[in-house]
């Protein structure tokens, strides 16, 4: 699953990184910051259906029906008609759906508590390798050909990975009598979605990774940088993730996020004074390093979900989380659609202090009761 999902990100993060620059350089801005935003909507409102899929079908098949997508949507950009490119955006941010709730889903499963951070730590570094060398490689070429070339290979590169998930073994799901029952109750869980704003307030950092930060670096350094800077995104996973996870399965979920909410903050000051570009690398920097911790697939945040659900209702407490992290995504693209400054890490500095004063009450509770909690509103 790791190499599946070393490929498909490969060609699908590095391309991810070029789109707003992309369709700027061709005097179509907009396309590129609607493009993002459409997928991180359908993302969010799809995964309640990826959830009852998952629950029905099984992690494998839901991730096999939205790989190919990934490589479909990086094709279609080349055509640089923005109607196709709004169509493949939505039906990609379904696709992420499957694929994320899938990934999160199949991987606790085979997973013991015991070794939960441990082994999402080794996705995500053996993950990341491939966005890594994907950006680098896009970076490099960018400047002898054109991207709409390098786009296709990328597509070509995703494609690969779907052909991976075929050799991964069935892992069934607990069989519930009516998913649609407890889609509700998860939506209407108080505990869940107060844990879940963990998930939210560290995706705040990756929509400004893709859209705001590398127009930033394209115009303090040149477009050639943006493959190499923004790469840290990816670079930091490889070499810390793996430590993170079985830390936290050491020391425990807590210590990590608290020092995850420090260093966004951080982070997010420095950003805020990027029009000096060293401290828009030490800014860079600094949330690389959370994104390493807790955003997205990092192993703090999966092994979390893991922690607070059980067999029957792990694909929905897994839908919830990769909902409310998309959210976070598609309202700091929303942010940076409208202003394009500095000012929007300030506001985000804002969200996330709030946001880290709403969930400490959850985060001094114990585990065990968290999960207890969780099955009884689900129950």
Do not use: C, H
Request: aromatic fraction near 16%.
């Amino acid at each position: 699953m790791s190499l599946a999902f070393l490929l498909i990100f490969a060609g699908y993060n590095s391309v991810q990184q070029y789109v707003t620059t992309y369709f700027t350089g061709i005097g179509e801005s907009q396309v590129g910051f609607r493009s993002l935003i459409l997928i991180y909507i359908f993302f969010a409102v799809a995964n309640p259906l990826a959830s009852i899929f998952t629950s029905k079908y099984g992690s494998k098949l839901a991730m096999l029906v939205a790989a190919p997508i990934y490589g479909l949507y990086i094709f279609s950009i080349s055509f640089k008609n923005p109607a196709i490119v709004y169509l493949t955006s939505s039906l990609l941010g379904m696709a992420a759906s499957f694929i994320w709730t899938g990934e999160t889903s199949y991987l606790m499963r085979i997973s013991e508590q015991k070794s939960r951070g441990k082994n999402s730590g080794f996705f995500n570094a053996v993950f990341s390798v491939g966005s890594v060398f994907g950006l680098f490689a896009l970076g490099y070429l960018s400047t002898r050909f054109a991207l709409q070339s390098l786009f296709q290979i990328a597509a070509f590169a995703s494609f690969l990975g779907f052909l991976f998930l075929f050799f991964l073994r069935d892992v069934k799901s607990a069989k519930l009598q009516n998913q649609f029952v407890f889609l509700k109750k998860i939506i209407f869980s108080k505990t869940a979605i107060r844990v879940s704003l963990i998930g939210f307030v560290f995706s705040l950092i990756f929509g400004v990774a893709i859209s705001l930060i590398p127009v930033q670096i394209g115009s303090l350094a040149g477009v050639e940088f943006i493959g190499p800077l923004t790469s840290v995104f990816y670079f930091f996973p490889i070499i810390m993730s793996y430590s993170f996870g079985s830390l936290s399965d050491v020391k425990g979920r807590r210590v990590l996020l608290i020092w995850s909410f420090a260093i966004t903050l951080v982070g997010l000051f420095f950003l805020y004074l990027s029009n000096n570009f060293l401290f828009l690398i030490i800014g860079v920097l600094l949330t690389a390093v959370t994104r390493s911790l807790a955003g997205g697939a990092g192993p703090v945040t999966v092994s979390l979900i893991g922690d607070i659900s059980d067999e029957n209702n792990l694909d929905f407490v897994t839908a919830l989380f990769w909902m409310m992290q998309n959210f976070g995504v598609v309202v700091a693209l929303f942010i940076t659609l409208f202003l394009k400054t500095r000012e929007v890490y300030l506001i985000l500095f804002l969200i996330v202090a709030v946001a880290f004063l709403a969930v400490w009450p959850i985060l001094k509770t114990n585990l065990n009761l968290i999960q207890r909690k969780v099955s009884q509103e689900l129950s």
